[in-house]
C-alpha cells in the first residue's frame, strides 16, 4: 500500500513539476544531508514498510548493527520535541556517508522536503527552526498530503473493522517506533497481532 501511494505521489509531481516547474533549481542532491538531522515525524505505515523492507534486505549483522545505531540516536532524543532534537542535529541513523539507506521507502515527510539554496539549509540547521529555507510547495504539499491521507485512511479502516491497538493515524518519531519495530522479525504481522506497540515511540508535537 504505501508503495503504491508514493508512486501516486511521484507521478502527481512530475506532472505538477512540468506544468509549474520550480523558479529556481532545486540544491538537493546525493550526499546533502542537512535535513537528515531533525526530528522525523511518520505513520504506523511508513514505519512497518521501511522495517519490513530491511528485515527483507539486510544480512542478520547489518541488521544488528543498525539496531545498535537506532538505539543509540533514540537513547538521545527519546522524548524530544521537534525544536529539541534539531539542536542536536545528530544524523538520522538510516544514513550511511551522508546517503539514506532506506531512500526508496524514506517517509513522506522526507520527500516532502526540499531547497533552492544547500546554505540555507546550513544555517537552518546551525540556528534552528526560525530560519526559512526556500522550497518548491507542490513537492512539499503533495507528499505531506498523501501521508496524512494515508494515516488517516488506515485509522478510518481499523475502527471500521473494529480493529483496537494504535490508531493508524498517530504520529510517531522514527527511530524511536524503528527501534520497536525491528525487535520484532515479523513486525507487519506482530502490529496486526497486537504484539507490537508504538505507543512509547509517539512524537511530541511541539
Same mark, same amino acid.
Given at each position: 500500500m504505501v508503495q503504491g501511494l508514493i508512486a501516486v505521489g511521484d507521478t502527481t509531481l512530475a506532472a505538477l513539476t *512540468?506544468?509549474? /516547474? /520550480?523558479?529556481? /533549481?532545486?540544491? &538537493?542532491?546525493?550526499? &546533502? *544531508?542537512? &535535513?537528515?538531522?531533525?526530528? +522525523?515525524? +511518520?505513520?504506523?505505515?511508513? +514505519?512497518?514498510n521501511i522495517a519490513h523492507g530491511l528485515i527483507e534486505k539486510l544480512s542478520v549483522d547489518d541488521l544488528s548493527a543498525l539496531k545498535s545505531r537506532i538505539a543509540v540516536v533514540d537513547d538521545q532524543t527519546h522524548g524530544m520535541t521537534h525544536k529539541e532534537r534539531g539542536v542536536l542535529a545528530l544524523p538520522c541513523p538510516l544514513l550511511s556517508d551522508e546517503r539514506c539507506s532506506v531512500y526508496d521507502t524514506r517517509p513522506f515527510v522526507c520527500r516532502a522536503a526540499n531547497s533552492v539554496d544547500v546554505e540555507q539549509c546550513r544555517i537552518m540547521l546551525a540556528e534552528g527552526a526560525n530560519t526559512q529555507v526556500t522550497s518548491y510547495e507542490h513537492q512539499k504539499t503533495v507528499y505531506a498530503t498523501i501521508g496524512a491521507a494515508a494515516a488517516a485512511g488506515l485509522a478510518d479502516g481499523q475502527r471500521a473493522a473494529g480493529v483496537e491497538g494504535d490508531p493508524g493515524g498517530v504520529v510517531l518519531e522514527l527511530a524511536s517506533a524503528l527501534r520497536l519495530a525491528l525487535a520484532h522479525a515479523d513486525p507487519i504481522t506482530s502490529w496486526v497481532d497486537g504484539a507490537l506497540d508504538f505507543t512509547e515511540a509517539q512524537a511530541q508535537r511541539l
Open positions: *512540468a506544468n509549474d /516547474p /520550480p523558479a529556481e /533549481p532545486l540544491a &538537493c542532491g546525493e550526499g &546533502c *544531508a542537512y &535535513c537528515c538531522r531533525v526530528q +522525523v515525524q +511518520v505513520s504506523i505505515i511508513e +514505519v512497518l
